[in-house]
């Protein structure tokens, strides 16, 4: 056995002290954190932080709202205060290159500091020592972008397998996801009026607000991201030291062209959906957003298909919400997303399209 020399020693208290002052005090670009606090703080309320108890907590909303980053401010703000940490990010990608079994072996080797014993030979013996091992401990566990319950109960999502205090954190796009096991979940919306101005002003403009003879076109870029914060990334990105004729002339393009980044972001949200929610999605985008919810569902049924389940399915996946006087509603970026997909079945003869929506194409 190495026996630590003091100068080891004292390096290695060094370490220790500086990942726990990086964790408290970190290094964050601040525009990733505009408007944070008005998600911080009732997260921190649902997670009961210093109780004994196990917590789940649920975090979701569409793609791009900024679930991960709020996520991620959590864990760094709180890992020092646990025995054991792991982030464990973009799992749903994560599980289609590397597969389920690398997740939970990369998960429990963070948490608990030591990869040795999850090489031991027989999978059963092994999955008895983790489990026994993480009762034992008190961690703190993020799970991201998670798209199936069954890759929960898989990751140690579960209160008896953690040890008195310990919380994970589930981010989703998906609410049906942490509808079973989960303790609290927590929606999360765009951001305010002023937070979006500020975020796009910090990418467009390298400070916190627009900048003389750009305050309209910034407010129409705000008005298109509609509170989203990744698309007031990138767009201020896109936009930044351009004069105001180019502005101008990419305003004008959004409203033909979306946005190939933001699109892409959000796309996984329809592409995991079945053959008849995608029509049903394509149907409320292009005819049917701002309609009383029962109208909807009488035409859908019409038409032939099961609208109670899947419209429940569409507003669980952050595509469709409700008013509170019973209108369908869509972001305007999720909406732009279903008409670029009904657009691109047939770009230069848009009369071969499956819906017609605009007066100029019919």
């Given at each position: 056995?190495?026996?630590?020399?003091?100068?080891?020693?004292?390096?290695?208290?060094?370490?220790?002290?500086?990942?726990?002052?990086?964790?408290?005090?970190?290094?964050?670009?601040?525009?990733?954190?505009?408007?944070?606090?008005?998600?911080?703080?009732?997260?921190?309320?649902?997670?009961?932080?210093?109780?004994?108890?196990?917590?789940?907590?649920?975090?979701?909303?569409?793609?791009?709202?900024?679930?991960?980053?709020?996520?991620?401010?959590?864990?760094?703000?709180?890992?020092?205060?646990?025995?054991?940490?792991?982030?464990?990010?973009?799992?749903?990608?994560?599980?289609?290159?590397?597969?389920?079994?690398?997740?939970?072996?990369?998960?429990?080797?963070?948490?608990?500091?030591?990869?040795?014993?999850?090489?031991?030979?027989?999978?059963?013996?092994?999955?008895?020592?983790?489990?026994?091992?993480?009762?034992?401990?008190?961690?703190?566990?993020?799970?991201?972008?998670?798209d199936d319950s069954k890759k929960l109960e898989y990751l140690?999502?579960?209160?008896?397998?953690?040890?008195?205090?310990?919380?994970?954190?589930?981010?989703?796009?998906?609410?049906?996801?942490?509808?079973?096991?989960?303790?609290?979940?927590?929606?999360?919306?765009?951001?305010?009026?002023?937070?979006?101005?500020?975020?796009?002003?910090?990418?467009?403009?390298?400070?916190?607000?627009?900048?003389?003879?750009?305050?309209?076109?910034?407010?129409?870029?705000?008005?298109?991201?509609?509170?989203?914060?990744?698309?007031?990334?990138?767009?201020?990105?896109?936009?930044?030291?351009?004069?105001?004729?180019?502005?101008?002339?990419?305003?004008?393009?959004?409203?033909?062209?979306?946005?190939?980044?933001?699109?892409?972001?959000?796309?996984?949200?329809?592409?995991?959906?079945?053959?008849?929610?995608?029509?049903?999605?394509?149907?409320?985008?292009?005819?049917?957003?701002?309609?009383?919810?029962?109208?909807?569902?009488?035409?859908?049924?019409?038409?032939?298909?099961?609208?109670?389940?899947?419209?429940?399915?569409?507003?669980?996946?952050?595509?469709?919400?409700?008013?509170?006087?019973?209108?369908?509603?869509?972001?305007?970026?999720?909406?732009?997303?279903?008409?670029?997909?009904?657009?691109?079945?047939?770009?230069?003869?848009?009369?071969?399209?499956?819906?017609?929506?605009?007066?100029?194409?019919?």
């Amino acid at each position: 056995m190495h026996v630590r020399t003091e100068n080891e020693l004292i390096e290695g208290i060094v370490k220790d002290v500086m990942e726990k002052l990086n964790r408290i005090y970190p290094t964050e670009v601040k525009e990733t954190l505009v408007g944070i606090d008005q998600n911080i703080a009732p997260i921190e309320s649902l997670l009961r932080i210093g109780s004994k108890e196990v917590r789940i907590i649920g975090i979701w909303g569409m793609g791009g709202v900024g679930k991960t980053t709020i996520a991620n401010a959590l864990f760094t703000k709180l890992s020092s205060q646990y025995e054991g940490s792991c982030f464990l990010a973009n799992v749903r990608e994560e599980y289609e290159n590397q597969g389920l079994g690398y997740l939970r072996n990369k998960l429990f080797s963070e948490v608990l500091e030591d990869d040795v014993n999850l090489h031991i030979s027989t999978p059963k013996v092994r999955s008895t020592f983790v489990m026994r091992r993480l009762r034992q401990k008190k961690v703190l566990i993020v799970l991201d972008d998670v798209d199936d319950s069954k890759k929960l109960e898989y990751l140690a999502a579960q209160h008896d397998c953690l040890g008195s205090g310990s919380i994970v954190i589930v981010t989703t796009r998906d609410k049906h996801v942490i509808s079973k096991g989960v303790d609290e979940t927590y929606e999360v919306k765009g951001l305010s009026l002023h937070h979006a101005v500020r975020l796009f002003s910090l990418n467009a403009f390298g400070k916190t607000y627009p900048e003389k003879g750009f305050e309209m076109l910034s407010k129409q870029v705000v008005d298109h991201a509609n509170g989203n914060p990744l698309a007031l990334k990138v767009l201020g990105s896109l936009l930044h030291s351009r004069n105001e004729q180019q502005w101008a002339n990419a305003l004008r393009k959004l409203t033909k062209v979306p946005n190939a980044e933001i699109q892409n972001v959000l796309r996984w949200s329809y592409d995991g959906l079945d053959y008849e929610q995608k029509n049903m999605f394509l149907d409320i985008a292009c005819f049917f957003r701002g309609e009383n919810i029962e109208n909807v569902i009488r035409l859908l049924e019409i038409c032939g298909f099961y609208p109670y389940i899947g419209i429940k399915i569409l507003q669980e996946k952050s595509l469709v919400t409700f008013s509170d006087d019973g209108k369908v509603c869509m972001h305007d970026l999720i909406q732009e997303m279903g008409w670029e997909i009904v657009h691109r079945e047939s770009i230069k003869d848009p009369g071969r399209s499956s819906r017609l929506w605009d007066p100029k194409e019919v």
